[in-house]
């Protein structure tokens, strides 16, 4: 009787996907407004995620 499973993959909070990279370019003195627009989300997202710790 063969078996069969689901696997279920989730993606990363946005958070955890851009921290350390967001981390790296704000102490390369980039605003939070290009870094954003670099990754890709809302400057809010950014001050966010480096106020958790990136």
Do not use: C, D, Y
């Amino acid at each position: 009787m063969p078996l069969e499973f689901a696997i279920f993959t989730a993606e990363p909070f946005t958070h955890q996907r851009i921290q350390r990279e967001a981390g790296r370019m704000r102490k390369l003195g980039m605003s939070l407004r290009a870094i954003g627009w670099a990754l890709g989300v809302e400057e809010k997202t950014v001050r966010n995620t480096l106020a958790r710790g990136g």
